[in-house]
């Protein structure tokens, strides 16, 4: 089984700055995808942000671009999210997903089959 363990969050002013990481573990796991999901409460889970492993090529949601950077470490099996000029609207849990196998959709939860429990981030105005 992989586990995913995501690191980082907490209490923010607007304007300022947080790296999430997300930590792989478990049985050798090559992700093909990894990405970025946010929920705040009572709303859906939305994407953030995807990186193709192997390439990575990235994908934002347009909210964040230009603010947001994913990136990741192959060698540690680490994922990470840099997060700056952050807005009160960015407040939410935020999870990390992964799945092995290909999908041209990244933006969706359907092709992650592997979740973290989740950081909380909460900007503050």
């Known amino acids: 089984q992989v586990q995913l363990a995501e690191s980082g969050g907490g209490l923010v002013q607007a304007g300022g700055a947080l790296r999430l990481s997300c930590a792989a573990s478990g049985r050798t796991f090559n992700a093909y995808t990894m990405a970025w999901f946010r929920q705040a409460p009572g709303q859906e889970r939305e994407f953030v942000a995807a990186?193709?492993?192997?390439?990575?090529?990235?994908f934002y949601t347009d909210s964040v671009k230009g603010r947001f950077t994913i990136s990741r470490d192959n060698a540690k099996n680490t994922l990470y999210l840099q997060m700056n000029s952050l807005k009160p609207e960015d407040t939410a849990v935020y999870h990390c997903a992964a799945t092995a196998l290909f999908s041209a959709v990244v933006h969706t939860t359907r092709p992650y089959e592997y979740w973290g429990q989740g950081t909380q981030v909460t900007v503050s105005s």
């Open positions: 990186i193709r492993w192997s390439s990575g090529r990235t």
